[in-house]
């Protein structure tokens, strides 16, 4: 019996990996088990090699493990591409049949995927709901989990598709329950307790829960142009617009995407874009709009690796500098770096109040890898009480006269009014302008302007830092450092080497960065080891130039993958010995 197992599914663009994927996460949630799911996918519609990873756990998990104990191969040439990372005692799911295979290696385990699906189904399209029968047989689940994961991914197809997938699957489940290694690769049952736990638990990935943070914030204005890995938030918030009166548009590029972002929130809406690194470089001139005309804006950047067109469907974190220096001219915006689909969600919908309050650009760096994975986390906050507007209401819009859209504050922070709703004139001008928003060259005014969108907002901001999280801190021979997707790996390596004082400081906040709390969490390390997922260190430059500390050591990794956490975990115990 296993207290967890780590299982791939991997075969050609168009076999339903993800689906399947897909599938087993529901199957194993309503089970009553901890999870974590990722997908690694080439940027092809059709061929190649794509595979969907789950690890399933007794315990919460956080991070995908290094080699995987079932990999499930529904391609001839994924055997070949995916031998190699097995696990050592782990199994190798190949259809000699299919692939024209002769004598196998002993860790290879035979299974007739494309003869049961025809047999059972009349189509060689079901083998892989026979290959998620059989994952689940091996495990030791209850086929009702089965058939109702089943019946979730495919609610909105026919019933004879849904009962073909469900025959398919009972006949792998068969197997699985009778295959010679179930013992190695059942997992404990949790008992009415655990599945008690798991009514209230959801699934929940990066575009999930951005997407349903800017539902949850209010956001009633959302325009992008689709880019990976950030088109998923899109679709999402789409699949909510008519219920919650949000406005969708496809722009026809980045720089019209942010430009109607603004303009819609200068009319008065919570607005949002999102695009990748090579989208919000066309973005950046309305990005400084926006910090000069002091309208607030959302804005997500999905990092993949580039430059340029890049890796469309891999993960990095290399637009750390980029974003919290673009834009010509100085002015404040925040930029949070969350670290799991619940950070994202929370910080999402901080993201639209702070930006509203402080009347800035506020930007969400995520990445491919949080985006596309998913695990089970507490069902998300169904409060819907209306969020606070920081904006003049319209009863007493209707009162004001000789309005000064730039008014000049302690807080830096001026009235805004919204133009449909106030009877006065407002100017708003994207020019130096004086209070009134009139074009001004005069030298004191342009001092003024900058300490109010810059040293004033600021001042403000600090207050509103989102505090990083830690642990194991206090006396610690080595503490990890990291920002936005690496959390669940420093969380899971800190915890397996807490007994030789390790510890982890991550921060989910880049800037405006929090100077005085890292100087105390990191002023008493032994040891600081930076983990990156890029190949300069960008985390560690800005700890550096903003603190004066260096990091002791680098884990860098910049191939597009994300760490996993036993080579991590190997990375360290070098450092311990």
């Not at 956080?62 to 070949?80: E, G, M």
């Not at 109010?452 to 503490?479: C, M, V, Y």
């Not at 191939?559 to 080579?567: L, M, Y």
Request: hydrophobic content about 40%.
């Amino acid at each position: 019996m296993a207290d967890e197992i780590s299982i791939r599914i991997t075969g050609e663009a168009g076999q339903g990996t993800q689906t399947i994927g897909d599938a087993l996460s529901r199957i194993f949630k309503s089970a009553g088990y901890h999870l974590f799911a990722y997908q690694d996918f080439m940027s092809r519609i059709r061929g190649g090699n794509n595979f969907s990873e789950i690890r399933v756990s007794t315990k919460p998990v956080h991070a995908p493990r290094h080699k995987p104990d079932i990999i499930i191969c529904l391609s001839r040439s994924s055997v070949d591409i995916h031998k190699t990372n097995l696990a050592s005692q782990g199994m190798l799911v190949v259809d000699k049949a299919k692939f024209g295979m002769g004598q196998i290696e002993e860790s290879m385990y035979d299974i007739a995927l494309n003869e049961i699906a025809l047999k059972v189904a009349n189509d060689a399209l079901y083998s892989n709901s026979v290959a998620c029968g059989f994952i689940a047989g091996i495990a030791g689940l209850d086929f009702a989990f089965v058939a109702q994961g089943l019946q979730e991914v495919f609610v909105s197809k026919a019933e004879e598709i849904i009962g073909n997938n469900v025959s398919s699957a009972r006949a792998g489940f068969e197997l699985g329950r009778e295959n010679p290694q179930q013992d190695e690769f059942r997992l404990p049952a949790v008992g009415k307790e655990g599945l008690a736990i798991a009514s209230g638990i959801t699934l929940l990935d990066g575009s999930n829960a951005i997407g349903l943070g800017a539902v949850r914030a209010g956001c009633k204005f959302y325009t992008a142009y689709p880019m990976s890995p950030s088109t998923g938030i899109m679709n999402i918030v789409a699949e909510h617009a008519a219920r919650e009166h949000i406005v969708v548009e496809q722009a026809e590029d980045e720089i019209a995407a942010v430009n109607m972002a603004i303009g819609a929130s200068f009319a008065g809406s919570r607005a949002m874009t999102s695009t990748s690194g090579g989208g919000f470089c066309l973005m950046v001139e309305g990005l400084s709009l926006a910090g000069n005309s002091e309208t607030p804006v959302v804005i997500v950047d999905a990092q993949r690796p580039g430059p340029a067109t890049g890796l469309p469907t891999r993960t990095e974190q290399a637009d750390l500098d980029f974003v919290i220096s673009a834009g010509h001219g100085e002015f404040a915006r925040v930029v949070y770096a969350p670290g799991s689909a619940e950070q994202a969600y929370a910080l999402t919908i901080k993201a639209f109040d702070v930006a509203e309050k402080y009347q800035i650009p506020v930007l969400i760096l995520t990445d491919q890898y949080l985006q596309d994975s998913a695990s089970d986390v507490p069902a998300l906050d169904q409060n819907t009480a209306a969020p606070e507007r920081f904006i003049i209401s319209k009863e007493e819009s209707a009162r004001i006269t000789s309005y000064k859209r730039y008014a000049l504050t302690d807080s830096g922070i001026s009235p805004r009014a919204i133009p449909s709703w106030i009877q006065d004139v407002m100017y708003v001008d994207s020019h130096e302008h004086d209070e009134w928003g009139h074009i001004n060259e005069d030298a004191e005014i342009r001092m003024q302007m900058v300490q109010k969108r810059l040293h004033k907002k600021l001042h403000g901001l600090l207050g509103e830092l989102e505090p990083p999280t830690s642990f194991n801190t206090a006396d610690a021979r080595i503490i990890l450092l990291g920002f936005g997707s690496t959390l669940g790996v420093l969380q899971e390596a800190a915890e397996a080497l807490a007994d030789h004082k390790v510890g982890f400081v991550h921060l989910a906040q880049v800037w405006p960065f929090p100077s005085a709390e890292m100087v105390e969490l990191l002023s008493g390390a032994g040891v600081i080891i930076n983990i990156e997922n890029n190949a300069r260190g960008q985390l560690a430059e800005l700890l550096r130039r903003e603190t004066g500390i260096e990091v002791s050591k680098s884990i860098l990794k910049y191939d597009g993958r994300p760490f996993d956490i036993d080579s991590v975990i190997d990375l360290i115990k070098q450092e311990l010995v």
